[in-house]
C-alpha cells in the first residue's frame, strides 16, 4: 500500500539525548513536512523539504535538524538544544509544493515523544 | 502573517445531528485544507477547497474567498465522525507553508 510510514510510535528521550525520528514515503512525493502539535493546539512547521538535499527552516526549527538524502525519506533529529520536546509529531507529503501545484498534504500516523 | 480562526472550538451532538463548522481567514489564500484528527492522531485530508463547494457523501465544504472564510457541514453526524477538524490555509506570501487553525473539537454521542 502507498503511504506514508513513521517509526516509532512511541519514544522517550533522556536529558541531554539526541533522537532521531523516522519518515519514509512510498508516494513518490517531492515535498516532505514535519509538524509539531502540543495538546489541544493545531500543528506547526518545523522544517520543510520542497526536493532532495534541499530543506528550509519552518516557524519552530530551534532545536531541531533534518537531512533529506532520499527522495523517499525525511528523518527529524531531537537535539538536546530542544529543551520542551514533548510532543506529538507528524510527517507529511505532497506531490509538489510549487505556486501552480496543489500542496495536498498527507500524513503518516505520529511520533509521539516524552522526556524521561 | 496569516492567521487563521476556527469555531466553535468545542462543540457535542448527538448521533444524527448535523453541524457546521466555520474557518475565517485574514488574507488571501491559495490554498485551504479541512482535515479530520481521529481519537488517535491519525490526520485525514477531507476537502482541498481554496474556492467554489464540494461534496463527499455526508460531509461538505464551501470557500467563499472574497470573504475569507469556509464552512464544513457535516449531515447525519454518526460517533466515527467524533475528533478534531482542522482548517489550513497557505496564503499567497507563505511559501508553500500551510498555516493551521486550533480546530474545532466534536464529540458525537450515541
Known amino acids: 500500500d502507498g503511504g506514508i510510514t513513521q517509526s516509532p510510535k512511541y519514544l522517550f528521550r533522556k536529558e541531554g539525548q539526541n533522537v532521531t525520528l523516522s519518515c519514509e514515503q512510498n508516494l513518490n512525493h517531492d515535498a516532505m513536512y514535519w509538524y509539531r502539535q502540543d495538546p489541544g493546539q493545531g500543528l506547526r512547521l518545523i522544517y520543510y523539504?520542497?526536493?532532495?538535499?534541499?530543506?528550509q527552516k519552518g516557524d519552530i526549527a530551534e532545536g531541531y535538524s533534518v537531512s533529506r538524502e532520499k527522495k523517499e525519506s525525511f528523518p527529524l533529529t531531537v537535539t538536546s538544544a530542544q529543551k520542551n520536546p514533548t510532543a506529538f509529531y507528524l510527517c507529511?507529503?505532497?506531490?509538489?509544493?510549487?505556486?501552480?501545484?496543489?500542496?495536498?498534504?498527507?500524513f503518516g500516523a505520529g511520533t509521539r515523544l516524552s522526556v524521561l | 502573517g496569516i492567521q487563521v480562526e476556527q469555531s466553535p472550538p468545542d462543540l457535542i451532538l448527538q448521533e444524527g445531528a448535523n453541524s457546521t463548522l466555520r474557518c475565517n481567514f485574514s488574507?488571501?489564500?491559495?490554498?485551504l485544507q479541512w482535515f479530520h484528527q481521529n481519537p488517535w492522531g491519525q490526520l485525514i485530508n477531507l476537502f482541498y477547497?481554496?474556492?467554489?463547494?464540494k461534496q463527499n457523501g455526508r460531509l461538505s465544504a464551501t470557500t467563499v474567498a472574497t470573504e475569507r472564510y469556509s464552512l464544513l457541514y457535516i449531515s447525519s453526524s454518526q460517533t466515527t465522525d467524533s475528533g478534531v477538524y482542522f482548517c489550513?490555509?497557505?496564503?499567497?506570501?507563505?511559501?508553500?507553508?500551510?498555516?493551521w487553525g486550533a480546530g474545532t473539537k466534536l464529540i458525537i454521542k450515541p
Open positions: 489550513a490555509v497557505e496564503g499567497e506570501d507563505s511559501n508553500y507553508q500551510l498555516i
Open positions: 507529511a507529503s505532497s506531490r509538489s509544493s510549487g505556486i501552480l501545484a496543489k500542496n495536498i498534504q498527507y
Open positions: 523539504s520542497q526536493i532532495v538535499n534541499d530543506f
Open positions: 477547497i481554496p474556492s467554489g463547494t
Open positions: 488574507d488571501s489564500v491559495n490554498n
